[in-house]
């Protein structure tokens, strides 16, 4: 009962290089998203997908592209890594389309340094 | 201004005690969530409530509407019980479906 699984768990970049984060869920869920976390601040959402082929803006989406591949699985896309990009990155997924009226269900997380 | 405000920033407590921590937001909100952080990293979604009271186990959240404030309690805390939590509210207005703001987190250290 894997849940979400994200990879990798931990990336070094470059400045300049890009990579694609992976996020899968087993769940069946219709909604997944994709959050950053930093020290001293909340955690602030980048993109989100309320069903499989929609995707949206959310608190801070820029540098970031996403792919709703399919039902399981929502990718998150630096193409030009930043110093300002190193964070801990989660992703979620919930049943329903409504953030508000679903519980949310986390991945381990991925370190990301961007040198 | 942080539209979500959550105290004590930091708390310590003996196995056993009592535990409040407060979220305060400044908005009409549709939602309230409760997560716990483990010191691993990994993120738990505890509850979810939009009026009155929730408990599962030893946690219980209430909510009051009107002062715009919630509480998660712990009875009888346990070191395992040591972890962030974090409040996160769904505001009423504007935004796109998907945002939730999310406080900075109550980091609950409970010593043996």
């Known amino acids: 009962n894997a849940g979400v699984t994200q990879t990798p768990k931990f990336q070094v970049l470059k400045t300049g290089q890009s990579m694609t984060l992976q996020c899968a869920q087993d769940?069946?869920?219709?909604?997944m998203y994709w959050y950053r976390q930093d020290p001293g601040m909340g955690l602030r959402l980048i993109y989100y997908?309320?069903?499989?082929?929609?995707?949206d803006k959310g608190e801070v989406p820029n540098g970031y592209n996403v792919s709703r591949l399919n039902k399981r699985e929502f990718s998150l896309r630096l193409e030009s890594a930043a110093p300002s990009q190193t964070s801990v990155y989660f992703c979620?997924?919930?049943?329903?389309?409504?953030?508000?009226?679903?519980?949310?269900?986390f991945g381990a997380g991925t370190r990301l340094s961007v040198l | 201004k942080n539209e979500v405000e959550q105290s004590p920033q930091n708390l310590t407590a003996q196995e056993g005690e009592f535990i409040t921590i407060n979220c305060s937001y400044s908005?009409?909100?549709?939602?309230l969530h409760w997560l716990q952080q483990h010191p691993g990293g990994g993120i738990v979604s505890l509850f979810m409530?939009?009026?009155g009271k929730k408990k599962h186990g030893r946690l219980i959240a209430t909510i009051n509407i009107q002062e715009k404030h919630s509480s998660l309690h712990i009875t009888a805390s346990h070191p395992r019980d040591s972890a962030v939590y974090i409040c996160a509210v769904r505001l009423n207005y504007g935004g796109s479906q998907g945002n939730l703001i999310f406080g900075k987190g109550t980091k609950l250290s409970v010593k043996p």
């Open positions: 409530l939009s009026s």
């Open positions: 908005v009409g909100i549709s939602a």
């Open positions: 997908s309320a069903s499989e082929g929609t995707t």
């Open positions: 769940m069946n869920h219709n909604s």
């Open positions: 979620a997924s919930s049943r329903g389309r409504s953030i508000a009226k679903n519980i949310q269900y």
